[in-house]
């Protein structure tokens, strides 16, 4: 009697969120008839996935697309082209109603805590929103799971009556994130949740970020300028550069090992304590001298061809000029898009 072979037990985790060939282009019209001349090519071929429970970095110079990346996966914009996959169902071109069900799992933390609350409503009807918007009644009532999400990020639960403009930027943005884990979602996109405040307050919000998460069980997107800020809460990171993701990689190795020129660039801009050590890393031939990049960002309306980076990158070549890189590993978990990488395994 043969005893049909089992197949082997799979390790690989199902990602949560999965995208591919993302794009998205802004029309750019002309005239009465509105005829479109051209389209800022804002998001250009994005395919990346988020593992249940992680913290995907993304980090870039503004401009790059980043904060239209975190606005197509939750949705908030319609995408030109690819596809986003959020527990392995297809929610690219779903409508409205289709959304609805989705979006208690999939919500967003804004960038400027003082535009994203309405100043007429009282903190506890922001934070109340959604489950009014959900048709959801907690256990408890309304005002007493509100005031417990006012407690849970470090605010007092009795100014459930205040409005948003007796509240200090740092407090404002803990009532953005109370309003977003209301309805305990699975992903959670924060677009740039600290760049709005000050240096001192930067550090309670990212450590509040990574002590819900440990507690809730969160998956976070986070889209940062700040690389040091992203270093202490992202598991992964994705380096964008003009709509495109040129690296992307695990912490340990993209801030030991850089592979693309662009990343190695930003690296180098990251503040020093001790200014002294950059200074012997450099005479000493290291990687501790600063890089300047020659040149702006070049327009997503006329993207450069081949590779993008190719008029600010001091390794260009004829290749580069002519054929766009592919993202590929170079090393296990180590994608980068770049004809000349740095760090490459020989």
Aim: aromatic fraction near 4%; include cysteine; hydrophobic fraction near 35%.
């Amino acid at each position: 009697m043969t005893i049909p072979e089992q197949p082997a037990p799979s390790d690989e985790v199902v990602p949560l969120l999965k995208v591919a060939g993302l794009v998205k282009h802004f029309p750019i019209t002309k005239g009465l008839l509105r005829r479109q001349v051209g389209a800022v090519q804002a998001v250009d071929g994005l395919t990346f996935d988020v593992r249940p429970g992680e913290t995907l970095g993304v980090v870039g110079e503004s401009g790059c697309g980043k904060s239209t990346m975190g606005r197509l996966i939750t949705r908030l914009l319609e995408p030109t082209a690819g596809t986003i996959e959020f527990e392995g169902k297809d929610i690219t071109h779903l409508g409205v109603a289709g959304m609805r069900p989705i979006r208690r799992d999939v919500q967003m933390i804004f960038q400027d805590p003082y535009s994203s609350l309405n100043p007429r409503h009282t903190v506890g009807t922001i934070v109340g929103a959604p489950f009014k918007l959900q048709g959801i009644t907690p256990e408890g009532g309304v005002k007493k799971e509100v005031q417990r999400l006012l407690g849970l990020v470090g605010l007092n639960p009795e100014h459930y009556n205040r409005y948003p403009h007796e509240f200090s930027g740092g407090q404002r943005q803990r009532i953005g994130i109370a309003r977003a884990l209301a309805l305990k979602p699975k992903l959670v996109v924060a677009d740039e949740p600290v760049s709005a405040l000050d240096v001192s307050i930067q550090a309670q919000v990212v450590n509040l970020l990574d002590d819900l998460q440990d507690e809730l069980g969160l998956t976070y997107v986070i889209i940062a300028h700040d690389l040091s800020v992203i270093r202490h809460v992202s598991d992964r990171i994705a380096v964008m550069y003009l709509g495109k993701v040129v690296e992307l990689t695990d912490r340990t190795s993209l801030y030991a090992t850089p592979m693309h020129p662009y990343t190695k660039a930003l690296l180098s801009a990251v503040p020093v304590p001790d200014p002294g050590r950059r200074k012997r890393g450099a005479a000493s031939g290291g990687s501790g001298g600063r890089i300047l990049l020659k040149g702006d960002v070049p327009s997503p309306i006329a993207p450069p061809s081949g590779c993008r980076f190719h008029t600010r990158c001091w390794k260009a070549t004829e290749v580069c000029r002519q054929q766009e890189p592919p993202l590929q590993a170079l090393r296990t978990g180590h994608q980068v898009a770049c004809h000349h990488p740095e760090n490459a395994p020989a």
